[in-house]
């Protein structure tokens, strides 16, 4: 460890590590020599064997929530070197049976400098040679079919446990984005459970597709990783090839690539996967050839075809939703970066009361494509978009406890990316909260994060959450009421303060329906916190005469006395009212 500290001093020399760590992916060994005994040791690559080299090291550490990492290193020092450890770097690649231990300690090595604070910026400089590298190295590892340790890993486990090469690469994936700060990326994938994808040759195109979906939304190194990927589209290699085509065409439907490229140079490789031997790499290739940024006329057709999709909403009995959110959700992925405009607030509006529907899949598919309607609109309608979320905050955290469990992962994605669209300030904990939280604690911390990063909006969490008292459906009812009662009890005051005299009487209606629940919880619940709800009308009623009483002395002293030249200045910049008299009246 220290020798890998003491490189990272020198970043020009720890750029050559991590290069050279990348490139070694690319050894292909045969699957009979891959398959080495866990307790091999793995010797660096980087250095030449040493008569005293330090002992091999193993321990467990934890790079993020729930990662828990083997780490893997042996290391010499170079007794003539000056100021330090000096590295000397290997030969060419080695073939054949020493090729195995080589590419083992690249892959090994590579996810032990991602969690070592002083590679963090080298890191970041490497991210799509590294990406691309690890991408491709575990689609060799499924053809070899060496998969053990895939099915069985326990993420959350705390026993240290030596992983196997194709676990290692897939847990490097996902550190790659957790250590560089592109947390966004891994929580788009985790929440989706899209690292489950690659654990799997048969999921594992989906698994890229989905992953470069989610860099493109985020707008993750980009510009680096297509310049990376085109590379790879002219590699003899299919693997190579199927990576690389899967990733811009994703890019070419989330991102404005005309800033980092020309739609002639586009065109160009888009065209040289056409003739690709691999069918896979030429569908996606005329997919890409097809997409809005290179047909442009197209955007204007989708537009109008998504507005007629719109009118199906208001129809009375809608004919399969599922399958016209579906439609309307491909729509927007083929539209991309160049958005729908001002339809992206219609479609937020008719997909918010479909968050209640009956029917599971209905409830699920809305509150996902929600997620993507929110960030839909452009720069014009971000505002707009932003305030709708707002309203959505609610019932969707209600529907964090709903009773499918697809659901809940879905609605656990669409509440996050409204946390990061309105900028909460526990963004990154929320997600830790809502991928790895368990139990009442769990829920605690996410009740936490929405209330205290919506400061004075206390009262309209309220009001919105009021209504699903009123809901046949126990599950939310219950959330409900436990959300309830800690506005109540936790923001009192505040409430005493911004509550209006019309939500007092809302307030004090839906506590009234609970008298006569015939649910005991509920009649309990009413109990408990009806002494609230009537120190809150009452303490609302002093305040409206304490108000009234003080605007009447006002009003009587002003028209007993002429005005003063200041009270002529003031009336000409008037002070803004005291935020309760703004509300009261």
Same mark, same amino acid.
């Given at each position: 460890m220290p020798l890998w500290k003491a490189l990272a001093t020198n970043s020009r020399l720890a750029r050559k590590v991590v290069t050279l760590l990348y490139t070694k992916l690319k050894l292909r060994p045969p699957r009979e020599l891959i398959k080495v005994p866990v307790q091999a040791e793995l010797v660096s690559l980087l250095v030449s064997p040493s008569p005293a080299p330090y002992p091999l090291q193993k321990s467990l550490t934890f790079g993020g929530p729930g990662e828990a990492r083997v780490v893997w290193q042996r290391v010499s020092l170079d007794a003539e070197s000056q100021g330090g450890a000096s590295l000397r770097l290997a030969p060419d690649p080695p073939q054949g049976p020493r090729a195995v231990p080589v590419l083992l300690q690249a892959l090994g090595t590579i996810y032990e400098l991602l969690y070592i604070r002083e590679y963090k910026a080298t890191v970041r400089w490497a991210f799509a040679g590294i990406l691309l590298g690890l991408l491709t190295q575990l689609h060799y590892l499924f053809e070899l079919?060496?998969?053990?340790?895939?099915? @069985?890993?326990? #993420?959350?486990?705390?026993?240290?446990?030596?992983?196997?090469?194709?676990?290692?690469?897939?847990?490097?994936?996902?550190?790659?984005? =957790?250590?560089?700060?592109?947390?966004?990326?891994?929580?788009?994938?985790?929440?989706?459970?899209? =690292?489950?994808?690659?654990?799997?040759? $048969?999921?594992?195109? #989906?698994?890229?597709?989905?992953?470069?979906?989610?860099?493109?939304?985020? @707008?993750? $190194?980009?510009?680096?990783?297509?310049?990376?990927?085109?590379?790879?589209?002219?590699?003899?290699?299919?693997? @190579?090839?199927?990576?690389?085509?899967?990733?811009?065409? $994703?890019?070419?439907?989330?991102? $404005?690539?005309?800033?980092?490229?020309?739609?002639?140079?586009? @065109?160009?490789?888009?065209?040289?996967?056409?003739n690709n031997p691999n069918p896979l790499v030429r569908a996606m290739s005329l997919k890409g050839l097809c997409s809005s940024l290179m047909q442009p006329q197209k955007v204007v057709l989708l537009r109008n075809q998504l507005t007629g999709l719109l009118d199906s909403f208001l129809k009375p009995q809608p004919q399969d939703l599922l399958g016209l959110m579906e439609i309307l959700g491909d729509v927007l992925h083929q539209l991309g970066a160049q958005g729908v405009g001002a339809v992206s607030v219609k479609m937020a509006q008719h997909l918010l009361p479909l968050f209640e529907a009956e029917q599971e899949g209905v409830r699920g598919g809305a509150i996902l494509l929600y997620g993507d309607v929110i960030y839909s609109g452009g720069k014009k309608f971000r505002q707009a978009l932003k305030s709708h979320a707002f309203q959505?905050?609610?019932?969707?955290?209600?529907?964090?406890?709903?009773?499918?469990?697809?659901?809940?992962?879905?609605?656990?994605?669409?509440?996050?990316?409204?946390?990061?669209?309105?900028? =909460?300030?526990?963004?990154?904990?929320?997600?830790?909260?809502?991928?790895?939280?368990?139990?009442?604690?769990?829920?605690?911390?996410?009740?936490?994060y929405m209330v205290e990063s919506n400061f004075s909006s206390y009262h309209q969490f309220l009001m919105q959450a009021l209504v699903y008292l009123d809901s046949p459906n126990r599950c939310l009812k219950l959330t409900a009421m436990k959300f309830i009662g800690g506005i109540l009890q936790d923001y009192f005051t505040d409430l005493c303060f911004y509550l209006k005299k019309g939500d007092v009487k809302t307030l004090k209606k839906y506590f009234e329906m609970l008298k006569q629940d015939p649910d005991s919880v509920s009649r309990k619940f009413y109990k408990h916190f009806s002494e609230d709800v009537t120190e809150l009308s009452q303490s609302h009623d002093a305040s409206s005469q304490l108000l009234e009483s003080s605007t009447c002395l006002t009003v009587v002293q002003a028209l007993s006395s002429p005005p003063s030249c200041a009270d002529l200045l003031l009336n000409e910049h008037p002070t803004p009212a005291h935020p309760a008299i703004r509300i009261l009246f």
């Open positions: 079919d060496v998969v053990e340790g895939m099915s @069985d890993y326990q #993420e959350e486990a705390l026993e240290a446990k030596a992983l196997s090469p194709c676990r290692t690469c897939l847990e490097a994936l996902k550190g790659l984005f =957790w250590t560089t700060n592109y947390w966004e990326v891994f929580a788009h994938v985790k929440l989706l459970r899209g =690292w489950e994808l690659f654990e799997h040759l $048969e999921t594992y195109t #989906e698994g890229v597709t989905l992953l470069a979906r989610a860099m493109a939304h985020y @707008d993750c $190194e980009v510009k680096a990783v297509l310049g990376q990927a085109v590379i790879f589209l002219k590699s003899p290699e299919e693997r @190579d090839n199927i990576v690389a085509i899967l990733i811009i065409t $994703e890019f070419l439907s989330g991102q $404005e690539l005309t800033q980092y490229m020309s739609r002639r140079t586009i @065109d160009s490789f888009l065209n040289l996967g056409l959505a905050l609610v019932p969707l955290l209600f529907h964090l406890a709903d009773s499918c469990p697809e659901v809940v992962t879905k609605t656990k994605l669409t509440f996050l990316r409204c946390a990061i669209l309105l900028k =909460w300030e526990f963004r990154k904990e929320l997600f830790s909260k809502l991928a790895w939280g368990h139990g009442p604690g769990a829920e605690n911390d996410v009740f936490i």
